[in-house]
């Protein structure tokens, strides 16, 4: 049984604290992934993990912070199928129109009400802090008698 079909027989608040987001959005990002890798299959090539494998896989990935090689160890999928499919996901998802992030930095772009005045002080004309009179009393000289070492 692999991680997809563990979470998917979860209830509701469960499936949000395992994978960080509610059922609705995770179908809509899964409907977004399996079209494209639909697209992908129909070119030709292997078919991989599917889409709502590897979309668990990126989610635990985000959500935990976990490591691939702990993630290569429960799941027994190497670590480069794991991080192929994270990053696909990634790329796919903020490519697709229903998860653009650039409209949302627009959305959340600071107006003229919100600017942020910005003050920089200039802090190399001041002198450097260090003992210029009576040096030597308080300083031992230890230091000029370090010998190399030639035993290599």
Do not use: C
């Not at 691939?68 to 796919?92: F, G």
């Not at 772009?109 to 600017?115: N, R």
Request: glycine residues 4%; proline residues 3%.
């Amino acid at each position: 049984m692999n991680a997809w079909e563990k979470i998917e027989k979860l209830d509701e608040k469960k499936f949000k604290l395992i994978t960080g987001v509610t059922r609705d959005v995770f179908n809509e990002m899964l409907t977004v992934l399996t079209r494209e890798y639909n697209i992908l299959r129909s070119k030709g090539g292997r078919a991989g993990l599917n889409p709502e494998l590897r979309l668990t896989l990126a989610l635990e990935y985000w959500r935990e912070y976990r490591s691939v090689r702990h993630m290569e160890n429960d799941h027994q999928i190497s670590k480069t199928k794991i991080n192929n499919a994270i990053i696909w996901v990634e790329n796919t998802l903020s490519e697709s129109d229903e998860f653009k992030l650039k409209e949302l930095k627009e959305r959340f772009k600071p107006s003229d009400e919100d600017a942020i005045e910005v003050i920089l002080v200039d802090v190399t004309e001041q002198p450097i802090e260090r003992p210029k009179y009576n040096q030597k009393d308080s300083y031992s000289g230890k230091k000029n008698n370090i010998q190399p070492n030639t035993n290599y």
